[in-house]
């Protein structure tokens, strides 16, 4: 009964590529998130999602497109993959955005691009 | 300068000791959460507070947001709890600022 999960937990793709992530929660949530940890484990949100609306978008390269189906999912697409993209990738959910709601994480997608 | 400061990076101690982690932040929050990632990189919420206290088992956390600051307690350190402890705000636009992090080992 997995409350947030994405696939794959491991990607390991070349330089050029494009790639997809995939994140679902099922605690109904309203609101959904991206973050990117870089190598020093350093935590930076990238996008929020608010009923399948793009509600933040942090200064990320436009190689990054988030895409909502619906509220129980977020997913993201890569394109043209380089090096410096290699990090974990977080997806998480919450009930709303601009209250104080607790946040569930997925169990993160560690992305390696050689 | 981030936004978020935790001091410190690194911390050890024996089991049974009391561990103190502190965050400092420089801008309004409306909340402020304290997370846990263990070794296997899966991230936890341990607490989210916008005043006072809370307590958690042996896990307690305060915030004092006129001096802008927060704190994380460990009681009765355990080497389960050897894991990275990362403070994150909530400022204006809703979205979360992280901290670095502490990472802290406790020896049996």
């Known amino acids: 009964d997995t409350a947030v999960s994405q696939t794959p937990k491991y990607l390991v793709t070349q330089m050029g590529n494009d790639k997809s992530i995939k994140c679902e929660q099922n605690l109904g949530h309203d609101t959904m998130y991206w973050y990117k940890q870089d190598s020093k484990k350093f935590l930076k949100i990238m996008f929020s999602?608010?009923?399948?609306?793009?509600?933040i978008n942090e200064t990320v390269p436009n190689r990054f497109s988030p895409k909502s189906p619906d509220k129980a999912h977020l997913n993201l697409h890569i394109n043209s993959l380089e090096l410096g993209d290699s990090a974990v990738y977080f997806c998480?959910?919450?009930?709303?955005?601009?209250?104080?709601?607790?946040?569930?994480f997925g169990p993160g997608t560690r992305l390696t691009v050689t | 300068k981030n936004e978020v400061e935790q001091s410190p990076q690194n911390l050890t101690a024996q089991e049974g000791e009391f561990i103190t982690i502190n965050c400092s932040y420089s801008?309004?929050?409306?909340?402020l959460h304290w997370l846990q990632q263990h070794p296997g990189g899966g991230i936890v919420s341990l607490f989210m507070?916008?005043?006072g206290k809370k307590k958690h088992g042996r896990l307690i956390a305060t915030i004092n947001i006129q001096e802008k600051h927060s704190s994380l307690h460990i009681t009765a350190s355990h080497p389960r709890d050897s894991a990275v402890y990362i403070c994150a705000v909530k400022a204006a636009g809703n979205k979360l600022t992280f901290g670095g992090g502490t990472r802290v080992l406790v020896k049996p």
């Open positions: 801008v309004g929050i409306s909340a």
């Open positions: 998480a959910s919450s009930t709303g955005l601009a209250g104080p709601y607790e946040q569930y």
């Open positions: 507070l916008s005043s």
């Open positions: 999602y608010n009923n399948k609306e793009l509600i």
